[in-house]
Structures are given as structure tokens and as C-alpha cells.
């Protein structure tokens, strides 16, 4: 999302597939080795573990991957971490992110500061 | 069944969770992993990590994956002394912190420059493009730096006066360019008095076993074709 929309910068395809491929891999493990079928990562009660979680695949969200919509588990993980944050302060929280797709272009001196970093991105 | 550690010493976590049992006289199992033969792939040790990572730790029925996960396990299980977790807030938090950074930052850089030094050529015939290396070694360059001026500072040790579990991780990562022939204390005279009190803290003859086996790996016969084909996912990972 960010190369193309912010940057102006087109990412090759297989750069993309392979890295989808990773998060799907991932959300994998996620589900099947940390989560389980425990109500949230340590047990019963939200943890600080579930809120890095949560912020983090709120990332991928935010590009338009829908990777709760496939993966039943997880959503319904998802729904409980919301309820115990509070639905007001989850929102707040991820305004920014969530309107991220909508900055306006980086301007050439934001591009130049970006340049190492994105570097390392497209790895 | 007591406490089983699943471990191979080539890797630098399973060094630091190997030296930190040993020195607090942690009763345990070794269960060897190797990886260059890709035993961390087999369905049994899958049944202890499902990550298939090592270090690895089974205490019962209770299994535990990451090293920074089980160093903290242990500490708080076998009651360690104070210094190596210690409970004053902000020490523990500079231990924390620490223990956060390394993992994508100096364990990165080092396992880079191990592979692309030594492994590929020496290990799997594979020559590295030079610009690749020098990239690798300019990055861990980068991150010692920051470990003299961000992390050790003045101190003696990484959370103040005395050998916490961040040292014991942060010296087997160190060690692994070391492995690789890269003199990285020789420069940096801040970072050899502090590799010289966390060597004496840990005891000459039990850091030298910890770290026999990467020591030796410039020795290791070349891999044959069926150690490469495993190992090439990994090897595509290291030359990024």
C-alpha cells in the first residue's frame, strides 16, 4: 500500500505474493501454535501478548488484506480483544493507520529521507 | 521426565540458555538438535516446538520455544540470583530492552556475517558477491557501535554492575563473527574489557564449552547434496 500510494512506487508482483506468503505463514503459527483454542494468547484474560498482537495485524488491515475474513479463529479472537480494549479506544488508536491509504504523495525531500529504509523493505 | 533442553550450540540463543543453566547449576537433559543435518524439521521435535527453532525447553508436559522466553522461565523457576534478571525496576527494564533490540537487530547482523564469511564458502561451497559481505559486515559494524553507545555505555555490564542474561545473550551473539574470523574486540577496546569480565563472570572452562562447537565449524567437512537441497531456503533468507 505504502510504496505504491505514498510513494509512488510500483513493488514487483513477486516481491508481494512472497511476502503475503510469509504473513499467511505466519498467521498460521499465530493460530495454531500461540492461540490454540485458549480465548486469548495466555489463557483467558487479555495479556499484554494479545494487544502487541492485535496492533500488529491491524498493519496488514489497513493495506486492505482482509486476513481476518478467511481465518474464523482469528476473528473471533479479534472481536474479544476489541471488546476488552474498549471498541473507542481501539479506534482511536488505529484512526491513523486506518487513513494511512489516504496521505497525500511524499514529496521528493520525504522520498529522499525514505530512500534506506525502503531499501530494506523490498527485500 | 525433568526439564529437557532442546539445543544445538552452533546456534548462539542455545549458547546463552546453555550457559545460563549450567552456571546456575540448572538440572537438565541435553537433547541435541542438529541443525545442519535439519533435525529441527522432524515430526518428534515438532512435537516440542512447532516453531522448529531451537533452543527449546520441554519441562513435563510443558513445552516453551524462544530463547528470551525460556532464559526468563528458568530464572524465575530456579529462583537465579538477582543479578542475572534483576528486580529493581529500571535495571530490569535496561534488561528488557536489551533482550528486545537484539533480536532484529544484533542476532541479524551476526548470523549474516557467520554464514556469509564462513558457512557459504567453507560449508557449502558457495561463494558470497563481495558487495553482499561488505554490506553484511558495514551493518554489524553499525550495531556494535550502538551496543558501545546505546547499551554498554560506561558501564561494567549491560544493566549496570553486574552479568545479567542480556550479557550472556549478547556474548554468544559476538562470538558468532568471532567463529567467522572477524576480529571485532581488536578495534573496540570498550567491547574487550567488557568480553573479558563477562568471560571471568561465567567462568573460563564453561564459556569455552559453550562455544567449542562454533569454534570448530571453520573445521566442519563440506555439505553433501542432500544438506545443501535442505538448507536452501535458509541459504536464500541469508544472502538478502
Not at chain 2, 85 to 113: F, G, I, K, M, N
Not at chain 2, 194 to 215: C, D, P, S, T, Y
Request: proline share 6%.
Amino acid at each position: 500500500m505504502m510504496f505504491p500510494v505514498f510513494l509512488g512506487q510500483q513493488v514487483p508482483p513477486e516481491t508481494l505474493a512472497s511476502t503475503l506468503a510469509e504473513l499467511d505463514r505466519c498467521l498460521q503459527l499465530f493460530e495454531d501454535k500461540f492461540l490454540k483454542d485458549q480465548d486469548f494468547l495466555a489463557g483467558s484474560h487479555i495479556s499484554v501478548a494479545d494487544l502487541v498482537a492485535i496492533t500488529e495485524l491491524m498493519h496488514p488491515v489497513s493495506a486492505g488484506c482482509q486476513i481476518f475474513k478467511s481465518r474464523p479463529k482469528l476473528e473471533a479472537w479479534r472481536q474479544r480483544v476489541e471488546a476488552a480494549v474498549g471498541e473507542g479506544l481501539f479506534q482511536e488508536a488505529h484512526a491513523a493507520i486506518m487513513k494511512a491509504k489516504d496521505l497525500p504523495p511524499a514529496d521528493a525531500a520525504m522520498k529522499e529521507k525514505l530512500k534506506p529504509f525502503m531499501q530494506l523493505l523490498l527485500q | 521426565m525433568g526439564l529437557e533442553l532442546y539445543l544445538d550450540l552452533l546456534s548462539q540463543p542455545c549458547r546463552a540458555v546453555y550457559i545460563f543453566a549450567k552456571k546456575n547449576g540448572i538440572p537438565f537433559e541435553l537433547r541435541t538438535v542438529d541443525l545442519l543435518k535439519g533435525q529441527h524439521h522432524s515430526d518428534d521435535f515438532a512435537q516440542v516446538n512447532p516453531l522448529k527453532k531451537v533452543p527449546a525447553l520441554k519441562d513435563g508436559d510443558f513445552t516453551l520455544a524462544e530463547s528470551v522466553a525460556i532464559l526468563l522461565y528458568l530464572s524465575r523457576k530456579y529462583e537465579t540470583p538477582d543479578h542475572w534478571y534483576p528486580q529493581d525496576l529500571q535495571a530490569r527494564a535496561r534488561v528488557d530492552e536489551y533482550l528486545a533490540w537484539q533480536h532484529t537487530a544484533l542476532r541479524t547482523s551476526c548470523t549474516r556475517t557467520l554464514w556469509q564469511k564462513m558457512m557459504f564458502p567453507v560449508f557449502l561451497g558457495q561463494q558470497v558477491p563481495p558487495e553482499t559481505l561488505a554490506s553484511t559486515l558495514a551493518e554489524l559494524d553499525r550495531c556494535l557501535q550502538l551496543f558501545e553507545d546505546k547499551f554498554l555505555k560506561d558501564q561494567d555490564f549491560l544493566a549496570g554492575s553486574h552479568i545479567s542474561v542480556a550479557d550472556l545473550v549478547a556474548i554468544t551473539e559476538l562470538m558468532h563473527p568471532v567463529s567467522a574470523g572477524c576480529q571485532i574486540f581488536k578495534s573496540r577496546p570498550k567491547l574487550e574489557a567488557w568480553r573479558q569480565r563477562v568471560e571471568a563472570a561465567v567462568g573460563e572452562g564453561l564459556f569455552q564449552e559453550a562455544h567449542a562447537a562454533i569454534m570448530k565449524a571453520k573445521d566442519l567437512p563440506p555439505a553433501d547434496a542432500a544438506m545443501k537441497e535442505k538448507l536452501k531456503p535458509f541459504m536464500q533468507l541469508l544472502l538478502q
